[in-house]
């Protein structure tokens, strides 16, 4: 993952009306940090997990190095960041569909 691809995560989820609130650290092993989101009147948070655990395991990398993100609250709604590149834009798009359909 790159900055370019947190960038594009939360201008997109700003598109759909979510702000980000905070930031919070990881666990230091699968987790690089989390994301706290919500409705722009403060209603409905979210949190984002960034999964950054090492293959090599022992150390999680930090955020900007994650390689997926997913929905706490609905685990099954995630995005893998792979190369910034249409494949991305595609995977990004679909998963800011996935977040506008959660329930309420």
Request: charged share 25%; with cysteine.
């Amino acid at each position: 993952m790159s900055e370019q691809h947190l960038t594009d995560l939360l201008n997109g989820l700003r598109r759909c009306r979510w702000t980000f609130v905070e930031e919070l650290p990881g666990d230091e092993y699968h987790y690089s940090g989390y994301w706290i989101v919500a409705r722009p009147d403060g209603s409905r948070q979210m949190t984002l997990k960034f999964s950054g655990i090492s293959k090599c395991g022992g150390f999680c990398h930090p955020m900007e190095e994650a390689y997926a993100c997913a929905v706490v609250e609905h685990p099954e709604v995630e995005v893998y960041f792979g190369r910034a590149n249409e494949a991305w834009n595609d995977r990004l798009a679909e998963f800011l569909e996935d977040v506008r359909n959660l329930p309420e």
